[in-house]
Nanobody, 127 residues
């Protein structure tokens, strides 16, 4: 069973950085695509970044060049390094996992029910 626990959210000023962490159950990485998603108030949940089990990464256009997804297999932890944060990055951020066969369409909201989700961590960026 997949278990995911996020941490690392907080409040920062625009231009600042945060690193989110997601502690995952030991078997999560095997055959899974790992992802970060976010949901801003009044908006739909959207994909931020995804990491396939073969190491391939994918990013939403809005965060390319600013965010980096990575994992530490020894620590069973997924990360999202967020640099040059903007007020529009303010949202609840969720770690999630899905069988890797879905990774090619990781951003597709129609597939969101297939993902297993963490409880989320809030990121607030002030101008």
């Amino acid at each position: 069973q997949v278990q995911l626990v996020e941490s690392g959210g907080g409040s920062v000023q625009a231009g600042g950085s945060l690193r989110l962490s997601c502690a995952a159950s030991i078997y999560t990485y095997k055959g899974y695509c790992m992802g970060w998603f976010r949901r801003a108030r009044g908006k739909e949940r959207e994909g931020v970044a995804a990491l396939d089990s073969d190491g391939g990464t994918r990013y939403a256009d809005s965060v390319k060049g600013r965010f980096t997804i990575s994992q530490d297999n020894a620590k069973n932890t997924l990360y999202l390094q967020m640099n040059n944060l903007k007020p529009e990055d303010t949202a609840m951020y969720y770690c999630a996992a899905v069988p890797r066969s879905y990774c090619g369409s990781w951003y597709d909201p129609r597939l969101f029910p297939a993902w297993r989700w963490g409880q989320g961590t809030q990121v607030t960026v002030s101008s």
